[in-house]
């Protein structure tokens, strides 16, 4: 697909006016190489217009975001009014908040989105430019992408801000309990299943907001404000001139392992941890394990070449008062760590730098995600004779965290294109990850290595194996949208989440579980009867049925309505709607029975109507009070309107409650108008053939009128059958009116 006709697509109509204009940029480009040679003038006119282009798109980036950033200031005063005054700490409120933030999340994906569209629009466009003019106004351009740079737009504090006040929220502004959560020097990764997946650009901010509506985002520092420099993780491996480790970890060896030097934010954080991972350690019985000692930063470089040795460090620790076998711990693994470099001579050769978002519930390790974007590979080594970093140095000092560090040289670099999910679950993995995993918005790459990619690429002339996974980056990992999963809008734009409204999703989902629960309980109810429980006990005060008819009892109060306590007091329990006499019943879930005192027959099944609870009334009869106490005949009082009995084929229920929605009314409406139109579109071809046909015409023409009245006729009687059954009475006027309408067009 051309990307005109992909811009086309994918823009968002209400900001249609503020992309850029690509396609008036290609026409132009292109009308003035057909009219004459490319001159001066013309790249000069052109650099104009382009110019302008990127003004207007950075400058309404900019002001989105400033908007956006309003926008959860004021939530975030709005909550912490909620959490002062416990009086407007009301479930109202907070869903009002809840749902604010989640509007404003909708908007920092579609800024995303909107912002990638464009800086993907300007390259396209530089380049036709290039290939039809046959200059290099890419790196002429370079000065204006860098004075409004598009590609360096982050979204990620501001879903920081949104998922910390989202989980305010989801906790009704009470503070989640402390971390239980411990890091150990030493812990063992095959308790966890993890997974690796790539993600998109285009699709990168739609899966950490998904994600975040269901897990909250994990802050490293939460002494300080969140600043975005908080994300940047970089890490330095080692190896040697041979890339043993490098062989050993492709190849999975038993033993093998990857030693880094890692830090979080800018390279003058003081603390720096020495990483070992080792698979199928025989310390370890054999399992893959991950082990970590803190160093501080200007201890590195002479814990690397051992003047610094394990027991000056766990000496260090006992000055601090550490427990014994803490310190006992960290100086096996420092020890172990000092060893594998001595011996096997490894020295600083690649760093790998990300911004990581990591997604967990405080006091829950069951489910952790990371999301790792912005992956860059660069050279650490000396070889060759090029000196990169001086020889008392572990890192180079002429390299920070300014992705995407455009003053190196391309052949010391390597830009990863996608951001890399990992999952790490220790139990059952959740309904909604399953979902996301499964989904278009992320292509699965088993055993990915972010440290075998950049040493693969960086180093390929000194490495005589690769990993499997560079064959994937020759295709395209985007998927076409096989179903509504995801973030998206209406047409009114309003958000939906996986096709559908949050509220309408949630209550969805609640009913379910209720259902689900329910069914359960039944089946543990009959379990116990079968069991030799006392059916008494179960049944309660319900009178016991005649013989040969008790399983059916059973089923009908038990299993199939057990506890429906919980459903009936719910929030978004699904009300009654209208049903017709003999129709099968919509299953809404189990269905309750009213109690009956020992002695009783059992009562009808369903509910009573109460009409002081908002059901549906419609004042019929006499409205001088005879009949009732408000006057009137109550709709379904003392009808036979019944609808068939889903847990007996040969019994029935008494209609009860009624519920009709407006646009019920409105769609009837709508139907019979798309009739009429029909009739209008046969008529006027009849008209025509009468008045200038011949007679073969004007005899079609009679058959198209007879055909219009025949459905005309029909679409009045469907309409008036159909409001019969939402109301049984209409208003007269409203029938006249259709009536009078019908036959005119028929006349």
Known sequence: ???????????????????????????????????????????????????????????????????????????????????????????????????????????????????????????????????????????????????????????????????????????????????????????SSSDKATVKYWIHPDNITEVKSIIMLHLPVSIYNKEKRYEPSDSAVSSVYVDNDEFGLYTSILQRDEGAEAIRFK??????????????????????????????????SEDVSKYINGTYTADEFANRLRAKGTDPKIVDDCQFIASGIQKSIEEKQLKPVCRVFYNR??????????????????????????????????????????????????????????????????????????????????SHLVHEVPRFSKYLHGASYLFRDRIPLLPWWLSEMEIDIRKPRASNFGLSRSRSFKPLIDGQYRRAMEAEQLRMDIVNESTQMGKKSLESMGSGGSSDKLIGDVKRPPAGNEFLNVNTNMAARADTSAWNNRPHRMQSTLVVKGDDPLNYGPLSRKPVKPGEAPGALGEEINFNNGDIRLELGDPSGSGNEKGGKKMFENTNMYVKDPNDPNGVIPVKKVKVEPKVFFSNERTFISWLQFCALLLSVALNLLNFGDQVSRIAGAIFIGIAAGIAIYALFQFERRAWYVLYYIIFLTKCSYTFLSFLIIG
């Open 1 to 187: 697909m051309k990307f005109g006709e992909h811009l086309q697509q994918e823009i968002f109509p209400p900001w249609r006016l503020s992309y850029i204009s690509y396609d008036v940029l290609k026409k132009d480009l292109k009308t003035r190489q057909l009219d004459h040679k490319w001159n001066g003038e013309d790249e000069d006119e052109f650099v104009k217009k382009l110019e302008n282009e990127l003004e207007k798109v950075y400058d309404f980036v900019s002001a989105k975001l400033s908007e956006v950033e309003a926008r959860i200031s004021y939530c975030e005063r709005t909550i912490q009014t909620f959490i002062d005054n416990p009086s407007w700490s009301s479930d109202q409120n907070w869903t009002l908040m809840d749902d604010a933030l989640t509007e404003v999340l909708f908007d920092v994906n579609d800024l995303a989105k909107f912002t990638r569209l464009n800086y993907i629009g300007f390259q396209k466009i530089i380049k036709k430019h290039d290939k039809w003019t046959g200059l290099h106004l890419k790196q002429d351009f370079i000065p204006q992408l860098r004075s409004k740079p598009l590609d360096k737009q982050r979204f990620d504090v501001a879903i920081v801000f949104i998922s910390a006040l989202h989980d305010i929220c989801r906790q009704r502004g009470k503070p989640r309990p402390n971390s239980t959560i411990t890091t150990d020097s030493q812990t």
């Open 263 to 296: 830090w979080h934010g800018p390279t003058s954080t003081p603390d720096v941890y020495a990483e070992r991972c080792t698979l199928q350690a025989e310390w370890a019985d054999s399992q893959s394990i991950k082990e970590r000692i803190q160093l501080a």
């Open 357 to 438: 978002t990591i997604f967990q519930l405080p006091d829950d390790p069951n489910v952790r995600i990371n999301i790792d974007n912005d992956l860059t590979f660069i050279r650490e080594d000396n070889f060759g004779g090029v000196v990169r970093r001086g020889l008392d140095d572990w890192r180079r000092p002429d390299v920070g965290i300014d992705y995407p560090f455009s003053y190196l040289d391309e052949n010391e670099i390597l830009r990863f294109p996608y951001a890399v999910l990992e999952t790490k679950v220790q139990k059952k993995i959740p309904a909604w990850l399953s979902k996301l995993l499964s």
